[in-house]
């Protein structure tokens, strides 16, 4: 399903609320650099620096009840190369 919430320069704040209204209690995210460096970055609570997402490479950030900026936890991130491709 696409959200124009997900397009290039959208935002933290509409992703959040599109996302905690859904009644999803998993999602998955699928978006391209710099804004996935960003919103990551922005959900654990740290600088987009902290974490550069290679091309391909996936991330799983858990959050209690519902998403909140800067309380998210950095569950396991991988690369391609991790994985074999």
């Known amino acids: 399903m696409e ?13 959040v609320s599109s996302s905690n209204s859904s009644g999803a209690e998993e999602l998955a ?3 391209h650099a710099p804004d996935v460096d ?3 970055a922005a959900l654990l609570g740290g600088r987009a620096e902290a974490i550069a997402f290679a091309k391909g490479a996936i991330a799983a950030i858990r959050f ?4 909140v900026a800067g309380m998210g936890e950095l569950r396991w ?9």
């Open 3 to 15: 959200w124009d919430a997900l397009r290039p320069g959208s935002g933290l704040a509409q992703l």
């Open 29 to 31: 995210w699928v978006g």
């Open 38 to 40: 960003e919103l990551c």
């Open 64 to 67: 209690h009840d519902t998403i």
């Open 77 to 85: 991130y991988v690369t391609p190369a991790v994985l074999g491709a």
